[in-house]
């Protein structure tokens, strides 16, 4: 082997064993050092570069930063025997690293022990309470609720807890579990909450009843406001119609004395012209060119024709 080709047996053989003698620490890690798979010394928070024994020593990275647990929905029947769907989140974070590597290893350990620990806690924390205090947050406010909806005298579900305060308890029992895992958890809330098929049904049948409640109640209050709407409408009506009779008998009444004081005047002035026109006139309405008479020569009626002026 020549020389050259010692050198570079030498330096490939020195960055192996520098590579393996130092490591990075970044600003969101933290750092066991272990020997033979046991921990060696205090975790290693502080960023930069490290060193340690080449080829012994290994360097587990863990992260500082706030870790998500997502759980899978399960299905939990409720304090009044309703089946439910489940589904929760949580935050946590790692705060011990060396008992978090000595109790659960890696994250992938960790995320398996909060399932045991967050499912069970949300079971348990169901099965206390009714499906009510699961879904909302407080008792509803009086001042909410339609007039319609008190006259009929509906009746509110009262509730003690809650949702934000139930999942304000899963959270703090599973926290006094987690305690010796060297993790905390930050937060933890029920992201979705669906009823079995067979709940599903009877909510969405009371759903729909409550609606057709409403919506009859509504119903009736338009067809009481219609049929006010159509009594006044008549009742103006008549009142109208009958004003305005009243007002053409007048009318017609003030026309007939007119008339009467004319046609009074008329006959006072030439008692046999009035007659020779109102016989005129008489004749106009009743005779026309197709018209028979058969009449007595005496007759009223043929007065002037007999004996014209």
Known sequence: MTRTSLVAVALLVGLVVASSATF????ADQVIITQFGDPIGAPIAEPGLHFKV?????ANYFDKRFLEWDGSP?????????????????????????????????ERGAQSRLDD???????????????????????RNRDDIPIEAEEEEVILNIIEKGRESVSREI?????????????????????????????????????????????????????????RIRGERERDLQRIQSEAFKAAEELRGTADAEATDIYAAAYGRDAEFFSFTRSLETYEKTLDAGTTLIMDTDSEFLRFLQRPR
């Open 24 to 27: 990075i620490v970044g600003e």
């Open 54 to 58: 080449p080829f012994v020593q290994q």
């Open 74 to 106: 399960n299905q939990v029947p409720t304090r009044d025997k309703r089946f439910i769907w489940v589904d929760t989140y949580a935050r946590w974070r790692i705060v011990d690293p060396l008992l978090f590597f000595q109790r659960l290893r890696d």
């Open 117 to 139: 620990i967050l499912d069970g806690e949300t079971r348990n924390a169901v099965a206390r309470y009714d499906l009510i205090e699961l879904v909302r947050n407080s008792n």
């Open 171 to 227: 959270l703090e029992r599973a926290a006094g579990r987690t305690a010796d895992l060297g993790i905390v958890l930050l937060d933890l809330r029920i992201k979705r909450i669906n009823y079995v098929d067979e709940v599903q049904r009877d909510v969405f049948a009371r759903m729909i009843a409550e609606r057709q409640r409403i919506a009859e109640l509504y119903r009736s209050e338009g067809q009481g406001e219609a049929a």
